[in-house]
């Protein structure tokens, strides 16, 4: 191997790294976490409270940016977008459809101000980072925006999203949280949020689950996260929560995560999972999580729309799992070529009139919402993303949208491109932030932002403004056919946070008329607090005179069935006239078709209940699918004419265990841990004194009985009198199982599952008044500063600290909060006889007081030159003993509810084996074979996180990468240039002009 060290330059470091790799096999998974919901909690209804008012959050608003995907310069599809043409010919084919309202939801200091909102049948719910407001349907405040903490008590973090699941007529309000990690879900009581209440849950993540967007399906309600950058093949970044119980305020709701197997991703991630709308659910299972691969990307061999699929069993959640389901490609002919890639994967982008700093295109995000809806003889869904639509090679300035339709022929049947386009604005400027949906006759809406190009930066088009668009269902594939109309023209630009924007915006379909389109996002005016969330309603659907159709099957229901079951269905009339002597038809497991006459009237837009007089036998299956339609002969849509069901024959007597509540899947147990089961009644008759059992690695069963009634298709948790000893570190396997007289179905009466006894990883919150320690120096190691994740850091694969015996050292810490009166206290502990649990004769400072606040404090220690040499864990600990009870006094693993734990690998040394000396280089730039190129600096002084910046001779950004410092103090990158072109190009880490590097590609 050749080292060039080639114009090393006063400046800082950046790095890239980059490589080919032949697509794997299709992965399945099984989840990778289970929990349930930490709590739930009551919240009484709006009306009539002194409402807390909103405060605006301090330091960074969230961390979308914490790493772009890795961009191999070069490398990609360039030029113009392959489908920019078709979509300028069509533009304007259809005649204008003025909006019918405009109303801003809320102002912001800043930006991004994460613009979320959702239309139900009397309320448009509206939030943003911070507080939430509700208005009529006319646009007028019901409450005005007030701080999320009315929801979540004591947490206003942001990141919201606000949805309306119209299959259960309730709104749902989320945002994220640090203290600990994970999300919150706010669950309306009824549909009115301002007069019903709500039920309010917490969800631990443990990392950050950055940039969460929620989904509706017909067994939970989907989330997806920027989480785990670089490790989402292997760790959790897709959860889903039990929507069923948190609708009842059940505090027994349970959450499952997966990860991406097989995901090509490198760094910002936003992938989106199908959302249902309109009137009838999907059959259970069978749920997708879709992202977009660009060629640009390392290791993505070409363009690709990739689809997972989960299938969540909440009877045994360790057997859900996620796979790798389709993969639609440009070389397959299902797609054509995109470039996403902006800037080199930066995130200023788009340039701003005047001086304003270029604006983010959000790259990396499958914009909200990804919405799914079933039609009589197809499913679809569409979605779309920022794609560069500038013709120049050396410049991508402007964005235009990439959307889909995707469809599927039948529940279970594999998805295909059914349309796809690039939408671009009129007169050359950039449209992006995208929100799409369909309405009940199949036609999409879009709403999107606009901003000028430095070709019209003079027009009052220049700033950012919100715009809309869409196309009919017969019109020409891949193109909006609507001319563009405006819901906002913006007069400023964004001088509250630099290049931020959005992070998203949201258009849904109101549930009274499903043809509506309510579209929020941000825009900007020429004062001080000048970011504004605005809300635009329009509809593109002409008038119909003759359009019914059935939207649900309302019963049977799950039960023991009989031989004379009475059919139910809901109609609707989404025409303009009146409709009367409807023909209406339903059929059993795709039978013969039960024709029957609703006499009627039907006045437009209104539904009404209509039973067969025919019934039907449902005796002989355990599972009848009922599919129900109407048959007008002038209905101008008859794709939105059925509904269809699954309706379960249940047995009298069914009774089994779904879950093993505690002890949880990993944790540090005792020798008397409490077992706690679900025990679920699958059968259609109550039932009483349930014998319940458990064995632990197949040894003797414990049996007991629970006392109480269980009533059909409810569950309640059991705890056993009788715990277990799960001291010793490692796996337990449970299984747990009833054993009912006269149970009709054995199979779900047992399930096996295991746990993980291992090291204590105590949470709590550092974050609301600093408590813990926010700075660590000891010998060879500086940690400094130290932010507030969920109260535990494990830094022992980041730091070895190297330390003598004999020889006196000084630990200095920080704390965010202190006082004289020793409220905040630290205890450390060394575990020298490696068993990993911290004894009370391994505690090296126990209970020292902190007494000033975010001031560097000494403290002196000394090894005795018995301490046992090599590796051992050490432990932190620090936090306010006023109200932890004393912790962390002499408790290295006790529930702390303000401060924080931290690990470290302490390498424990002789005089004569002393440690090594710290060293600093230059920033290095080796040259391999086929233009590949590492770059390396070591410097144990600097920050734990440094970006790298690779330019060309112009001065542009070919790639861009957030790099962490390995545990030695060395930042490494491996950089592809093999897709680059020749010449002379320059790499920097950091903001700092003392190095720069420079290199050739030949």
């Not at 399930?751 to 120096?777: E, H, M, R, W, Y």
Request: proline share 4%; aromatic share 10%.
């Amino acid at each position: 191997m050749l080292l060039k060290k080639i114009l090393v330059f006063v400046f800082t470091c950046f790095v890239t790294i980059g490589f080919s790799q032949k697509s794997p096999k299709k992965e399945i998974k099984k989840a990778t976490y289970i929990s349930k919901a930490v709590y739930v909690k009551d919240i009484s209804p709006l009306k009539g409270k002194d409402l807390i008012k909103g405060k605006p959050r301090k330091g960074n608003i969230n961390p979308r940016r914490t790493d772009g995907n890795k961009i191999v310069p070069g490398k990609g599809s360039k030029g113009p977008d392959p489908l920019v043409k078709r979509q300028k010919s069509s533009q304007g084919l259809r005649v204008s459809k003025a909006i019918s309202l405009t109303f801003e939801a809320n102002t912001s200091t800043f930006s991004p101000s994460d613009p979320t909102g959702a239309v139900g049948p009397n309320h448009y719910v509206s939030a943003k980072n911070f507080e939430f407001a509700i208005h009529d349907r006319a646009g007028v405040e019901v409450m005005a925006s007030v701080s999320l903490e009315n929801l979540f008590p004591g947490e206003s973090l942001g990141d919201p999203i606000v949805f309306y699941d119209s299959f259960a007529d309730r709104f749902v309000v989320t945002q994220f949280s640090n203290t600990p990690n994970g999300f919150l879900v706010a669950v309306c009581k009824g549909s009115d949020p301002v007069n019903d209440g709500w039920f309010t849950y917490r969800f631990n993540t443990g990392s950050f689950p950055d940039y969460t967007k929620f989904s509706i399906w017909s067994d939970g309600y989907y989330v997806t996260a920027n989480k785990d950058q670089n490790s989402l093949q292997n760790d959790e970044v897709v959860f889903v929560i039990e929507r069923d119980k948190m609708l009842k305020g059940d505090e027994n709701a349970k959450m499952v995560g997966f990860p991406l197997p097989g995901a090509r991703i490198g760094g910002f991630y936003s992938p989106a999972s199908f959302n249902a709308i309109g009137n009838t659910l999907p059959p259970d299972g069978d749920a997708r999580i879709i992202y977009y691969q660009d060629d640009a990307w390392q290791g993505v061999t070409e363009d690709a729309l990739k689809l997972w699929t989960i299938n969540v069993d909440w009877v045994n959640l360790a057997e859900s799992t996620i796979a790798e389901s389709e993969e639609l490609t440009v070389s397959g002919g299902d797609i054509s070529a995109f470039d996403t890639t902006f800037d080199g994967g930066s995130f200023g982008n788009l340039p701003q009139p005047g001086s304003g700093q270029d604006i983010d295109v959000l790259q990396g995000a499958v914009m909200y919402a990804t919405n799914y809806r079933r039609f009589c003889d197809y499913n679809a869904v569409v979605l779309n993303f920022a794609v560069d639509i500038d013709d120049r090679q050396d410049s991508d300035n402007v964005s235009g949208i990439r959307w889909y339709e995707l469809r599927q022929n039948g529940d279970g049947q594999p998805w295909t491109v059914y349309q796809e386009g690039t939408y671009t604005s009129t007169d050359g400027k950039s449209a992006w932030c995208g929100s799409m949906a369909m309405d009940i006759f199949g036609n999409i809406g879009m709403g999107y932002s606009t901003i000028g190009t430095t070709a019209n930066l003079a027009t009052e088009d220049s700033f950012v403004s919100i715009r809309y668009t869409g196309r009919l269902v017969d019109d020409p594939l891949g193109t909006m056919t609507f001319p563009e109309e405006t819901i906002a023209i913006g007069t400023g630009i964004n001088n509250t946070n630099q290049n931020r924007y959005g992070d998203y915006a949201q258009l849904t379909v109101d549930p009274v008329d499903d043809q509506t389109f309510w579209h929020i996002a941000e825009y900007f005016q020429d004062i001080d607090d000048n970011a504004r969330n605005v809300v635009g309603v329009f509809k593109i659907a002409p008038d119909v005179a003759s359009d019914v159709g059935v939207i649900r099957v309302e019963n049977p229901v799950d039960a023991v069935l009989t031989t004379e079951e009475t059919i139910t269905v809901t109609i609707k009339n989404f025409g303009s006239s009146v409709q009367t002597d409807i023909p209406v038809s339903y059929s059993i497991n795709g039978g013969a078709p039960v024709n029957e006459l609703f006499a009627g009237p039907l006045n437009p837009g209104k539904t009404a209940s209509f039973s067969f007089a025919a019934t039907a036998d449902l005796t002989a299956e355990r599972t009848y699918n009922i599919t129900a339609e109407t048959n007008t002969t002038t209905d101008i849509t008859p794709e939105n004419d059925c509904a269809t069901t699954d309706v379960k024959n249940l047995f009298a007597n069914d009774v089994g265990v779904t879950a093993l509540i505690s002890p949880l899947t990993e944790g540090q147990f005792s020798s008397e841990e409490e077992i706690i089961i679900t025990i679920f009644n699958y059968g259609g008759s109550a039932q009483s004194n349930i014998p319940v059992s458990y064995s632990i690695n197949g040894g003797e069963t414990i049996s007991e009985v629970f006392t109480g009634t269980l009533a059909s298709l409810e569950s309640v948790s059991y705890t056993f009198t009788q715990g277990a000893d799960l001291l010793q570190f490692g796996e337990y396997s449970f299984e747990i199982g009833t054993v009912l007289s006269g149970d009709e179905d054995a199979t779900n009466n047992n399930i096996t599952t295991t746990v993980v006894n291992a090291l204590c990883a105590p949470t709590s919150d550092c974050a609301q008044f600093g408590d813990g320690i926010t700075s660590f120096k000891l010998a060879n190691v500086t940690n400094s500063p130290i932010g507030c994740n969920t109260g535990y850091e494990d830094f022992t694969g980041d730091f070895t600290i190297e330390l003598e015996q004999s020889i006196e050292y000084t630990l200095t810490v920080q704390s965010g909060f202190a006082d004289d009166n020793g409220a905040e206290r630290f205890s450390v502990w060394i575990d020298f006889n490696d068993n990993n649990t911290f004894e009370a004769s391994e505690i090296i400072f126990d209970n020292v007081i902190i007494s000033e606040i975010d001031t560097d404090l000494g403290f002196n220690f000394t090894l005795d030159d018995e301490a046992a040499p090599g590796n051992h864990l050490f432990r932190i600990r620090a936090g306010d003993t006023n109200t932890n009870s004393g912790a962390p006094l002499s408790d290295p693993c006790g529930s702390m509810q303000f401060g924080s734990t931290h690990d470290y690998t302490v390498n424990i040394v002789n005089e004569s084996t002393g440690p090594d000396p710290d060293t600093t280089t230059e920033l290095i730039v080796v040259s391999e074979p086929e233009n590949q190129f590492v770059i390396t600096k070591t410097d144990t002084n600097a920050a734990d996180e440094e970006r790298i910046y690779v330019f060309n001779i112009s001065g542009q950004i070919v790639a861009s990468n957030l790099l962490k410092k390995d545990g030695n103090g060395t930042f490494t990158y491996e950089l592809d240039m093999s897709y680059a072109k020749s010449g002379i190009y320059f790499v920097r880490l950091g903001s700092s002009k003392r190095n720069i590097a420079g290199f050739a590609v030949r």
